[in-house]
Every structure is written in structure tokens, then in C-alpha cells.
């Protein structure tokens, strides 16, 4: 009954911050890397950013480099997601997932549970 449930979701202006969070239960929080994705509509689902077990080593994808961070707190069993500096093409629904092991990639099929997401929308 491995269970992922997203939220922090809204509205925000660009330029705004908005900190998403990913809350687990149902295994081993700290043997797992963890990622962050997000599809909007008529677009195919891409990749964010993950972070990996053990050393915490994070990835990201190009377009949010210097804009977001990922952190975990295994003790929470709860990931986040800050994203600051927030552009219209951000808007999104975001997708936290587990992966099949320690790390963490771009590759949606290396994740093994998904949560039902939750929706940023980004005003100009």
C-alpha cells in the first residue's frame, strides 16, 4: 500500500514562489530516491528533479536549474519541491514519484508509485 499524495498546488504570479510537498507512507522512505514531474495539458509528461538515497545527490532538468530545489526529510518521510522565480510555462500539474531504488533519473519507467499530483498555475 505504497502511498504518495502531493500538495502545496495554486495560483501564483510570476516571478513567486510556491514550495510543493510529497508526503509517503507504506515503505522504507530513506531506501528510495525520489522525483518530482510535471505535465501540462497537451504536452507529454517531462521531468523536474529528483534526489537520489544515501548522499542526497539532486538532478535537475535544464529549464528549472538555479530556480528550483529539491530536499527530503527522511525522518518526515516527505519530499519538497521549491520553486522560485515561477514562469507562465511552469504551469503544470506536479507529480511526485518513487523509484525503483536508490536513484534518482529523468526516466519516468525508473519510478516505480506515483502520486495524483497537485496543479501550479502560473499567472503573467
Known amino acids: 500500500q505504497v502511498l504518495l499524495v502531493e500538495s502545496g498546488g495554486g495560483l501564483v504570479q510570476a516571478g513567486g514562489s510556491l514550495t510543493l510537498s510529497c508526503t509517503a507512507s507504506?515503505?522504507?522512505?530513506?531506501?528510495?530516491?525520489l522525483g518530482w514531474f510535471r505535465q501540462a495539458p497537451g504536452k507529454e509528461r517531462e521531468f523536474v528533479a529528483a534526489?537520489?538515497?544515501?548522499?542526497?545527490?539532486?538532478v535537475f532538468t535544464d529549464s528549472v536549474k538555479g530556480r528550483f530545489t529539491i530536499s527530503r526529510d527522511n525522518a518526515m518521510n516527505t519530499v519538497l519541491l521549491q520553486m522560485n522565480s515561477l514562469k507562465a510555462e511552469d504551469t503544470a500539474r506536479y507529480y511526485c514519484?518513487?523509484?525503483?531504488?536508490?536513484?534518482?533519473?529523468?526516466?519516468?519507467?525508473?519510478?516505480?508509485?506515483w502520486g495524483q499530483g497537485t496543479q501550479v498555475t502560473v499567472s503573467s
Open positions: 514519484a518513487r523509484s525503483h531504488g536508490p536513484s534518482a533519473t529523468n526516466g519516468s519507467d525508473t519510478y516505480a508509485y
Open positions: 507504506g515503505f522504507i522512505f530513506s531506501n528510495y530516491g
Open positions: 534526489i537520489t538515497w544515501g548522499r542526497g545527490e539532486r
